[in-house]
């Protein structure tokens, strides 16, 4: 039976007056890989971003309903503290115009952490777990930027490791990748399922079919407002899924 | 069919024409400061002008250091001044003024660009320098380095703050974001993530701002006093350094050129090649920095 | 007050509250700072125009605006030549850097890039060009006037008078024109140009009937930007334009602009009511001229994107 991390209970978002999502209804489970996917525009990172609350910085952007992490409500923790907690990987990798070592320890420094001695532990377990640490341990004075596309994001995850989230959100990280590099982050969220827990919303469904354990649809009705259609173990979703829609969409016959 | 060719072909000579006029007028302003300044050069010496304190052109005397410290010294003092107004300024703008008051204040800063240098000298003569001669110290006429100094610094003011303005926008969204998600408050993010990226643009503009203030002329005629002192402390205490009066470079030019015949009018060209030749000083050392920075930086992208 | 969970946090569950609390501290601190630094920059310029407008604009009246200045130490009269000197001026300084900045501009934006094929020279040509242009947007007002006094008003014999006022001046604001075209005309997108060279025009046909036109409010902008210019420099005026309170009668005349009228009246005279009474008619000039550029680049956006 798999412990609840985070959970949403009869939850909506809204950008001013468009509903972006409709009664979402879900609860993922801890230290599991979970994944969204869906059409277009269905508010699959939109409901990402609740998580670590970066729907705030939208102008016009509020909710109803509840959202709980580790059952506490989200709306009263303090969005700052909750973000070391939630960490987020982007789409295009983002690393700082800084070395690869400031990268790093940018978010332990930023959380209050002075001793250089733990950042340079921290840097270096970070940079292992993200499995970039032998292709850069002997030139972590270089920019980030110099870095390929595809070591720009396993710094990204690295980076987000450093301030020791319990809890990783992708939002589709192997996009702008090319193949070899898209592998090798799949084997790296599977390695960090292991102490991470990982929601990754991903276009591409067989990347979902291979990385995740369980998998959410999402899919928007005719006002383009998003809602949940079924989630369930992943094996489930794309071998035998309920609903008439998911077939649909793990067949290729839409979206 | 022809005609239009040959038209087009016209045309395109003329223009390049007036493309080529900026380099000869550069080269003519180069060429004839200069050669007016020559007989200076000649007749009094490199060394006796540049290093030499008095200027005193009926007795043969033309040393303009006292007028190249008058201009770095009030120079100093509108970056001191001017530069934190500047950039608190520039911040706000580009991170936390909410959109209706930017829409009042980014308007008001080009209306403070536009406003003419004689105004703000004035209004240096007849508010600032009265207030200035209220501190009690003997020697103090309200004229000198420190009316010139505010003066210069809200001159400077919106070339520095807009051009740092820009630089601060052009920062990437998705650093921001990037820190917002790894738990970085929002002042953190523009202290440690978005001002150092902008920082070659923002160091442009402090560059421009000093360009700006050492060419300035009749405002700084008006409020600094004039007299051709070296500037130094009223008193014991060092700081009354500032309400010396002093002359600058320009105002030199400026204040004797109508007169000023002979061996006289060539001295005042050879301070106008040493003001030209210490702005370009400034702003090739400063064109170099930023290159530097940039090398720093970033390499070529993955 | 957060209550963190599990967590093997980075610091201690205390002092990462600690943490939080003083970081929050520090941004209302520095939040607040900013404010105080925008109200303050706002503050001052309403302090300048506000203090000159009302305490200037005691003196003006209609008398003021159609007197002429007595002239000399005496800082009687009003302004009414300078009003002219000053149009006068603005019009040939204008009329004599607008063709060659707005010619040159096109030159180097329009016909720049395709010669690169062609000649190493040309190609040095330009990027010389394009650094001259810099280099002069970055010479002060002063040198521009001496370099107007040696060569206008001495060399060529000018002396001083608006022709060599407005030489000069036309140097001044060239670079400024250069590089606002330069703007408008790369805010022209390519597919207009190409749609037209496709139909068959030739390269200027394009630009006179399709570029140009729609650079048009990019260029106006410039050109009243540098109107703005003429209006409020002195310096280069101060040294080729003589101090004659008298109204030019032909361009080998001399005068004096409205800011250099301000300067004397400060310097020579007592007269500061009248001198502050000049300034609130600059500022207000410059007020209106800045509305208009303002109004001319709302109809540039609306330009490039509605129509």
Redesign the interface.
Known sequence: MNNTKIETINYNLYYGKFQALRDINIKIPEKKVTALIGPSGCGKSSFLRTFNRMNDLIPGASMTGDVL??D?DLLK??P??LR??VGMVFQKPNPFPKTIFDNIAYG?R????RDHKKLEEIVESSLKSAALWDEVKDDLGKSGLALSGGQQQRLCIARALA??P?VILMDEPAASLDPIATLKIEDLIHELSQNYTIVIVTHNMQQAGRVSDYTAFFYTDETRTGRLVEFDATKTIFTNPTDQRTEDYITGRFG | MNT??I??KA??Y???I??????V??L??AF??F??SIQAWREIGVGEMIFKRVWRPGQDQYGILAMIFGSVAVTFGAIVLGV??AL??A???GE??PVG?RA??R??????A??????????G???LVPMVREINVPGNSGYGLLAASIVLA?MI?PTI?SIAEDAIRAVPDSYRSGSLALGA????TITQVVLPAGRSGIIAGII?GV??A?????AM??VIGNSVVFPKPLTKNPLTFFLSQARTL?GN??VE??YATGVHESA??AT?VV??VL?IVV?ASARWLISRQSEVQTTRQG | M??????????SEE??NR??KM??D??KF??A??????A???L??LL??G??II?GGKAVNWEFLSTPPKGGLSGEGGVSTTLGTTLYLVLLTIGIST???V??A???IE??GEQSLTSPILKV??S??NF??E??A??????????G???FVS?LRFGWSLLSASLAGA?LV??TI?RTTEEALLAVPDDYRRGSLALGA????TLYKVVLPASLPGIITGIILSV?RV?????VF??TLGGSHRLPTSIMDGGRTL??H??YL??DTRA?DK??GT?AV??VM??L??LII?FVSRKLTAGLKGR
């Open positions: 992490i580790d506490q923790i303090d700052v503290g070391q907690n332990p930023v959380n209050g952490l301030v020791q319990s | 239009r060719m038209v087009d045309v395109k003329i223009l390049f007036s493309a080529i006029l900026s380099i007028i550069v003519a302003i004839f400061i050669q007016e934190p107004l608190g300024t911040i706000f703008l936390i003024a008051v009042i204040l308007p008001a800063v080009q209306l403070l536009g406003i003419p240098s004689v105004v703000y000298g004035l209004f003569m007849v508010v809200v003011l703050t408050t929002k002042w953190q421009l360009g700006r050492l060419g300035e002329t009749m005629i008006m320009t030019i400026a050129i109508s005042l060209f106008g003001l030209f702005i702003n | 957060i209550e963190e969970t599990k967590l093997p946090a980075l610091l002092a990462t943490n939080l970081r929050s520090a941004q520095w939040f700072a900013t404010w105080i630094f925008g303050l920059t706002l001052i310029l300048v125009i203090y000159v305490q063709p060659l900045g010619g040159a096109i030159y180097l016909y720049a040509l330009i010389i060009a001259a242009v280099t002069l970055g010479i002060p007002s002063i040198i521009y006037g001496l370099f006094y040696s060569l060399a140097c060239l670079p250069i030739t390269k200027w046909q703005g209006i409020s420099e002195t310096a101060f040294v800011a250099l301000l300067y400060a310097m500061f001198a502050m300034g600059l500022v410059i007020i001229i800045n303002d």
